[in-house]
Each structure stands twice: as C-alpha cells, then as structure tokens.
C-alpha cells in the first residue's frame, strides 16, 4: 500500500486521482432501508399466510384463525475509516488532500455497505420472539453449480423457485460478476434473439433480463475460501432488511495527540439481515 510519500511532489498539480475502485454502494437501493435504526437491536415482525375455512351447516360455530406471526432480528455493526497526514506532508503536496480522502473514505462506506448486504443474503438470520432462533439458508433455494457459469437454464430455475413461492414479479433483482454476465453471452446462441439482449446487458444498453434488473459486482465471494465457484444472487426487494443506525458521515479535525497532524475519520453504523428465505434464490457458477 503506498504511503502519503508517495504524493509529495516538486511541481504544481491541482488535484488527486482516486484509483480504479466503485465508487457508491450498488446494492442499497435493491433492499428495504430502515434509516431508524435504534437501540442494541431491532425487531421487524411479520405475518405469514392464513387459508380460509369452508363453512358446511347453518349457525356452525365461528372458526378462530391463528395468524402466523413471526420476526427477524436485527444488530448493528459499527465501522471506521481513518486517515492522517502531517501539516509538513500538505505543504510538500501543495495541494490539501483532505477532500480526496474524505472522497475516498466514503467510497470504502459504498464497497462496505454491499459486503454487508451479500453477506447477509445467505447468512444465519435470527428469528424468534428475542431474536435467539437461529434460520440457516434454505438449500432448498439453491440452483446447483452443475459444471457450468451463469445461463439462461439457470435463471429460468431460479425465476421458476420464485414463481413457485408466489413471489412478486415486480422488484426483482440479480446481482453478478462480469465474469458470469460473459458467461451467458458465451453460452448464448448468436443467431437468437436472447443473445442480443445479453449483450446488451454487457454494453450497458439494457439491465433487465428475464424479469431480473441485473447489478454488476466484483464484491461477491466464492462458496469456499479459494474456491472456484461463484455465489450469484436473485432476490426480490423485500427478502433484505437494511438497517442504518449512523449514515456514513466524516469528521476532520487536527489531533493534538499526533503533532497536529489532520485527521479525516469516517464512521457508520450499519447491518443487514435476510427476512424471509422464499424470496432469495442462490445461483452457484463454475468458474
């Protein structure tokens, strides 16, 4: 990693290029957003299906319907970001780097935030009245790597696993890496009409296929530490909890405990937790 050194210069320059990176989070806006996220935990309650009852006779006794009321728990997660530099580096820079790194820190909250989300959409979920019920992933919700990437026979898996637990068609999201977005135009045929849709998911023309809005990510992991097959997700919005306890906000002051040096912090308070297992399918992909 390259110091602060590293920008000290001998002639004028007028800014800081941030490196390659993403820059803002891709996957909040596919997720419910809870931004009153107090206390140690929350509780988010829900109410599962009820069926009617036939009624056979005249003045029958009145049936009771027991609801199905059930809730997720969630906790938060405090992060940070900090950066100093001397007031000595600032005049050797001739520029003042404290925009860029407060530029940078809040690119770090961005790539944060959607480790957070991916983790928690196949991640042990807490149910239960005090939120102590573990809820593992159902594998029943997983479309097998097979020996090859992502394809269209596997998102029509996966959009037929939604359809058949009533999902709304409405709202549903796939998130990738490039390398499985290639993968489907490799496997496409190029005479159909499917393969021109796919590459126009590729050039960025289009980003729905299937009924899935496509988010491109390099954030996802693999099913194993050093594994070589890729976690894909479709979901739709109401399967992920995004709770937000502290927006990403920066501080810059100058600490007297370090010669004065300045000090760009960055903190935030946030978790995510899945809320209901039919609504997420995992696609696993050969890499």
């Known amino acids: 990693m390259g110091l602060v050194t590293t920008a000290f210069v001998n002639q004028f320059t007028d800014n800081i290029r941030q490196l390659v990176q993403q820059k803002i989070s891709k996957l909040r806006n596919t ?30 006794d009145t049936p009771s319907i027991d609801p199905d009321h059930q809730r997720r728990r ?27 790194y407060s530029m940078s820190a809040a690119m770090s909250a961005g790539r944060q935030m959607d480790d957070i989300i991916i983790e928690a959409f196949d991640a042990e979920a807490f149910a239960g009245k005090s939120g102590g019920t573990g809820t593992d992933f159902d594998t029943n919700n997983i479309v097998a790597v097979g020996t090859t990437g992502l394809t269209k026979a596997k998102m029509l898996s996966a959009m037929q696993k939604l359809d058949d637990n009533d999902v709304e068609a409405d709202e549903r999201f796939i998130v990738a890496a490039p390398k499985q977005i290639v993968n489907m135009l490799g496997t496409t045929e190029v ?8 590459k126009a998911l590729v050039q960025g023309e289009i980003n729905t296929w299937l009924g899935f809005q496509f988010i491109k990510s ?12 890729r976690k894909v997700f479709a979901w739709h919005r109401a399967a992920m909890q995004l709770g937000i306890g502290k927006e990403p ?3 810059i002051d100058q600490r007297a405990d370090k010669s004065y040096a300045w000090q760009v912090f960055l903190s935030m308070t946030i978790n995510a937790t ?14």
């Open 74 to 100: 969630l906790s938060k997660r405090d992060f940070i970001h900090n950066t100093l530099f001397d007031t000595e580096d600032q005049l050797r820079m001739i520029i003042d780097p404290k925009s860029a």
């Open 191 to 198: 005479a159909s009409s499917d393969f021109n849709v796919v």
């Open 218 to 229: 390099t954030r996802l992991q693999p099913t194993t530490s050093g594994g070589s097959i």
């Open 249 to 251: 906000s920066v501080r």
């Open 274 to 287: 899945r809320l209901e297992e039919k609504r997420i399918i995992q696609i696993n992909c050969q890499e």
């Open 31 to 60: 997720v419910l957003v809870d931004t009153n996220f107090v206390g140690e935990f929350k509780f988010y309650d829900q109410l599962g299906a009820t069926n009617m009852v036939e009624k056979t006779s005249r003045h029958q």
